[in-house]
Nanobody, 116 residues
Framework: VQLQASGGGSVWTGESLTLSCSASRQFNFKTMGWYRQAPGKERELVASIRVDGGANTNYADSVKGRFAISKSRARNTVSLQMNSLKPEDTAVYYC??????????WGKGTLVTVSS
């Protein structure tokens, strides 16, 4: 399983970015999502979505109302629309995919930098 992430970059406070993550082929994942890790902090869940037929989403409280995760069944692709970005959103963002067994995979991180 390979997860290809794209879309990171540097923006100013209040601007937007979209992250995308695609699996190398179609897999029967249970969920896909994004985690982030800021310098000196632990990795945390940002948002996740069911990709097994359901569409349940889960967001960190800090991003609710600003970020939106969506999915495409084509090659297990998920996107994270990040609006109203804040400096505290600065982190390395990692794509994640989980099977029903609990086995999970990670993509390479993509850096998001928000300057004030």
């Amino acid at each position: 399983v390979q997860l290809q992430a794209s879309g990171g970059g540097s923006v100013w406070t209040g601007e937007s970015l979209t992250l995308s993550c695609s699996a190398s082929r179609q897999f029967n994942f249970k969920t896909m999502g994004w985690y982030r890790q800021a310098p000196g902090k632990e990795r945390e869940l940002v948002a996740s979505i069911r990709v097994d037929g359901g569409a349940n989403t889960n967001y960190a409280d800090s991003v609710k109302g600003r970020f939106a995760i969506s999915k495409s069944r084509a090659r297990n692709t998920v996107s994270l629309q990040m609006n109203s970005l804040k400096p505290e959103d600065t982190a390395v963002y990692y794509c994640n995919a989980k099977f029903f067994t609990g086995v999970e995979y990670w993509g390479k991180g993509t850096l998001v930098t928000v300057s004030s």
